[in-house]
């Protein structure tokens, strides 16, 4: 089977003033402080997540 693909997504932007959901998205994908990183599997969740925060972080295919 297969192993899913998994994605490096870093926060670049601050999250002050921005909209109080897009901070607690921030925060469920495990993200803190700016350059702060983590390693997720690409699931529709999670891309739907990061879609929503899409101009506060960046993605990496690993």
Known sequence: MAEPKKIKITLVRSVARTLPAQRRT?????????????????????LGMVNVVSHLVKVEEL
């Open 26 to 46: 921030v925060k469920a994908l495990g993200l803190g402080k700016i350059s702060s990183s983590v390693v997720h599997e690409a699931t529709a969740p999670i």
